[in-house]
């Protein structure tokens, strides 16, 4: 069984669209994530939701808005794509108490053309 | 704030030889300190890690230790094999409300067989 589960793992839009990626996690964990990878592997984190409570709201433009329907999902929608938002997308989810060991998904290659 | 500092890569290895990859954090507080693990194609996995001074973290023939007075967590591998080409990232929290992970930019390893 996939831990932390994310679709698509390609999505290939052109510039202007509205996309989602969705995310699931089946640990019974309270905090999920979203991070942004560019091309040079640099982690970027733009998200963080507790209980489908916002926490981490990093400096990311509003077209980017992630939704928690329940504790083990959380999405993110992307309006009105940009090329730079071309990257690869990670979910992840932790315990909230504990150290915090980060569980990821596979990512989302997401290319705006 | 907070920050880590890794060494940048790429780094190239033969099979079978010694590797050290060097990192650094800064950090108020106690932070627990970890090494992540990218294999290509693939989302980040836990590769080891420890919660206070003098802790060693291994996992895999890998090894760090958490060194206070250096504020280092250097990641160490004896002899290295072909399946450990991937991108390597240091990485601490400081257990604040947010539940943070401040990654460092990562690592690229290449093993030559």
């Known amino acids: 069984d996939t831990a932390v589960s994310q679709t698509p793992k390609y999505l290939v839009t052109q510039m202007g669209n509205d996309k989602s990626i969705k995310c699931e996690q089946n640990?019974?964990?309270?905090?999920m994530y979203w991070y942004k990878q560019d091309s040079k592997k640099f982690l970027k984190i733009m998200f963080s939701y507790n209980n489908k409570e916002l926490i981490i709201n990093e400096t990311v433009p509003n077209r980017f808005s992630p939704k928690s329907p329940d504790k083990a999902h959380l999405n993110l929608h992307i309006n009105s794509l940009e090329l730079g938002d071309s990257a690869v997308y990670f979910c992840?989810?932790?315990?909230?108490?504990?150290?915090?060991?980060?569980?990821f998904g596979a990512g989302t290659r997401l290319s705006v053309l | 704030g907070d920050s880590v500092t890794q060494m940048e890569g790429p780094v190239t290895l033969s099979e079978e030889a010694f590797l050290t990859i060097n990192c650094t954090y800064t950090?108020?507080?106690?932070?627990?300190l970890f090494w992540y693990v990218q294999y290509p194609g693939e989302g980040l996995q836990l590769l080891l890690k420890?919660?206070?001074?003098?802790d060693k973290g291994s996992n895999k023939g890998f090894e760090a230790t958490y060194r206070k007075e250096t504020t280092s967590f250097h990641l160490e591998k004896g002899s290295v094999q072909v399946s450990d080409s991937a991108v390597y990232f240091c990485a601490l929290t400081t257990m604040n409300r947010d539940d943070k992970i401040i990654f460092g930019k990562g690592t690229r390893l290449h093993i030559l067989p």
């Open positions: 950090a108020t507080g106690y932070p627990s």
């Open positions: 992840a989810s932790s315990h909230a108490s504990g150290q915090n060991i980060q569980y």
């Open positions: 420890a919660t206070k001074a003098d």
């Open positions: 640990l019974g964990h309270d905090t």
